[in-house]
């Protein structure tokens, strides 16, 4: 290609796409840190990711002026921080896996970014509005579990593959007694040979209901439906049937189709969202997307209750971006700030911040403190570790969570309370 040639295509990729100052009307704004390939300037760079996400291609080609509009607007470029605008009419409305095809597809593989992250996404009105959101959100899950003014305490049947059926109910069932008000599968427990789906089910629910007379509190077991798609629906249905109100999907290993699906069953069941595979490319802080991108996604979709991890115990993430992901799933608003886009939720549900992943009641102060009392705390071994079993481990949770709300250290309530006292001995020291 002349020199001149060039020239003209340089002309037109920055007339399409680069827009610097354009004002975001009805559009889907990315969030994008970009590091360009060698080679390549950090505008060159950018129009490349805009026109591929967009309307444009590798080389020139004629275009037809009514779809110019269409095109991807760069309108801000601050160091490798890179906004760009999407119009709403590029997208199918009410289809999630069309908007990730087109704002994080091919622009990851793209050799013109030696790195390429996208930081966060919002949503137009028409957007937001073309998608259910949580059936239950924070609101409908306190009433339907009648918890109000503290977190919830949930746990995960230990140990996670190899129980059998009457074992894992088991499990579930001392839990409750203890104060749980959330038993949920592990993420890899589906219906293996040791653990029918449907025995699990039943026998765990039968467990839930004595549990509930024995205590006279609200008890929610939240069954693992991750499976093909049209079995997930299946398992469902069941849940449904039987009497539960809470299913549990792994929203990223089945996919955002196969979450939509769930949703749009109407089945008018809690979804709890595990996000197992996220890290595959959300933890590298140069390459992939945030979490707070995927959050985003969950809520929109509609799923009830969400992992955020806890900036604390075994999991990677520090607490600073852990707050950051629980206001941007459950504010109303979200504000902008240098690594967030600000939105509005149009009336969409909050969806709860679950925090899970190596707890044990010493935790508890640390997340209340940071994250408030609308947060769902799960504890797997830091429960079922206790030196006295299940049951135990599961009141010096509720024993934790009552010290942290009246603002009494730990080992000082511990002094009044032994199950609390052992534990803190056990994982504490």
């Known amino acids: 290609m002349t020199k001149k040639k060039q020239e003209k295509r340089d002309i037109e990729i920055e007339y399409t796409y680069l827009k610097l100052g354009y004002k975001p009307k009805e559009d889907i704004i990315c969030l994008f840190r970009i590091e360009p390939a060698s080679g390549y300037t950090m505008k060159k760079a950018a129009e490349n990711v805009a026109l591929e996400s967009s309307i444009g291609t590798w080389t020139t080609i004629p275009e037809k002026k009514y779809m110019m509009h269409l095109g991807a607007k760069i309108f801000s470029i601050k160091g490798n921080l890179v906004k760009i605008a999407y119009p709403s009419e590029l997208f199918e409305k009410g289809n999630a896996p069309n908007i990730l095809s087109s704002v994080a597809g091919n622009i990851f593989g793209m050799k013109a970014v030696k790195n390429l992250r996208l930081e966060d996404i919002s949503f137009p009105k028409s957007i937001v509005k073309s998608f259910q959101g949580p059936f239950l959100g924070i609101e409908g899950i306190r009433k339907t579990l009648d918890v109000w003014n503290r977190p919830f305490l949930g746990t995960i049947v230990k140990p996670k593959l190899g129980l059998k059926p009457e074992d894992h109910a088991k499990s579930a069932y001392d839990s409750w007694l203890g104060g749980c008000d959330f038993v949920k599968d592990d993420e890899n427990l589906s219906s293996q040979d040791f653990n029918k789906f449907e025995a699990r089910l039943s026998k765990t629910l039968e467990a839930r209901d004595r549990a509930e007379e024995e205590t006279g509190e609200k008890k929610a077991y939240l069954v693992n439906v991750s499976a093909e798609t049209e079995e997930m629906i299946r398992r469902a249905e069941l849940v449904k049937k039987q009497g539960g109100k809470f299913i549990m999907i792994d929203v990223v290993t089945c996919g955002f189709s196969g979450l939509q699906t769930l949703r749009e069953a109407n089945l008018k069941l809690g979804i709890h969202g595990h996000r197992a595979m996220h890290a595959a490319f959300t933890r590298n802080k140069k390459h992939g997307m945030r979490m707070i991108v995927l959050a985003d996604f969950c809520r929109l979709i509609g799923v009830d209750s969400l992992h955020i991890g806890t900036g604390i115990g ?62 769902s705390i799960q504890m797997g071994g830091g429960i079922h570790g206790h030196p006295d079993g299940t049951r135990v481990g599961a009141i010096a949770a509720r024993q934790a969570i009552d010290a942290a709300l009246q603002h009494i250290s730990l080992e000082k309530y511990a002094e009044r309370y032994p199950e609390l006292r052992d534990a803190l001995d056990l994982w504490e020291k």
Do not use: M
Not at 322 to 350: C, F, S, V
């Open 314 to 375: 075994k999991l990677e993430g520090d607490i600073k971006e852990i707050h950051e992901l629980e206001e941007e799933i459950e504010y109303n608003k979200n504000r902008e700030t240098q690594l967030r886009l600000a939105q509005d939720w149009y009336g969409i549900k909050p969806t709860l911040a679950v925090c899970s992943g190596g707890l044990h009641p010493g935790h508890v102060p640390f997340l209340i403190r940071h994250l408030g009392r609308d947060i």
